[in-house]
């Protein structure tokens, strides 16, 4: 094995970094926090300068606790842009303009149904969306694997019913 | 025996050992029952991941490369930063932060925002017409775009010592959005003035305005073409270009 730590990362990068994008956005709502965390996690591993045993478990593991640290932060940036009138002009930046109504009202019913699942399970389901193995689900979110399939299930069937309900509703 | 909740997902996701895959997939052959819940499961997971999709942005564009050059994290919080020193560029006074210059005033807000605030009261020089401003780490290749052109309004660039780009809006109000590699500047209505520090020590940087691209630095060579004012300042209309 005569690959460098720097091909290696290159790799992992080129195999992880939009897909831990993607998880963190859709878990936060929020992405420019996704973007800084995927990038602060990166960071991370190339400042370790060697590859952990489970790569992916890692990246994940790493980026929540980012995530953990920045909502606290994230809090009082809310705060702040509340007493500043032209805050206005930040709100919308997470939605595209080109993005019609009949979208963001889709939107809007899968965030509320994804909001509305327990934490760990909306976790689960998100990793599993990107393609994480049970291993990396149990190992990132510190599970027993054995418990993965069944609260999986658990998850779709309590998202779907949020869903479905709110479809109902309107 | 039927299968079971962890067993269908299991074998939905090919999580099965060797074995069960085996005793399980005889049985699914020859149970209706089950066959039936394994596609029912398989479409409506199909589906639910389509929903989630609707949640999605673009990622960020980052050069892998710029990850590994950099170890600090500075580069990171510029994006987040950009938002806060805009919000107390115009929150002004309330925050006691009142028109202190770049980049400073980033570390500050930066400090500030992270829970530890500044407690340092030097006060260095005002400028007061200073509406709001950003100072962003520079990489090797940078761009710094100017959303619109304006009616009026022009950005006098200068080289700088510092490893910052250093952006002071003058007299109208923008907003910043930075990434790795670019800064862009959200000028659509907005007749200000603009004041650029460029770090001597990026190889490459490009303004851009609207649909104009203007390279700024290449090397040694700094703003070629651009008449300067009285401080020897390089000056870039920002209204469109005559001709
Ligand atoms: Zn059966």
Redesign the pocket.
Known sequence: MSRSFHDAFVELFDGHFERLFRYLDRLSGDPDLAADIAQETFMKLHQRGSLPDAPGAWLVSVAMNLFRNAYATRERRTRLLKVVPEAAMFADRAVPPDRGEESRVLEARVRRALDGIPERERQMLLLRAEGYSYREIAEALGLQESSVGTLLARAKRAFKELYEDRADAS | ???NDDQMQRFLHGELDARSQEVLST??AG?????R?LAEAEREEKEIFELLGTLDHAPPRVEVESIARDRSALAVWGRRAAVFVAAAALAGAAYAIPGSPLPTLVDRVAQWIAGEPSTTSEETEVAPRVTSGIAVPGQARFAIVFAAEQKSGVAALSPGDGPNVVVRAFGGTVTFTTDIDRLTIDNRESSADYEIEIPRDISFCEVSIGARRIVVKDGESFATGLVTDERGRFLLPLTAAKN
């Not at chain 2, 149970?31 to 066959?35: F, I, L, W």
């Open positions: 025996m039927h299968l049985h699914v149970c209706e029952r089950c066959a819940q």
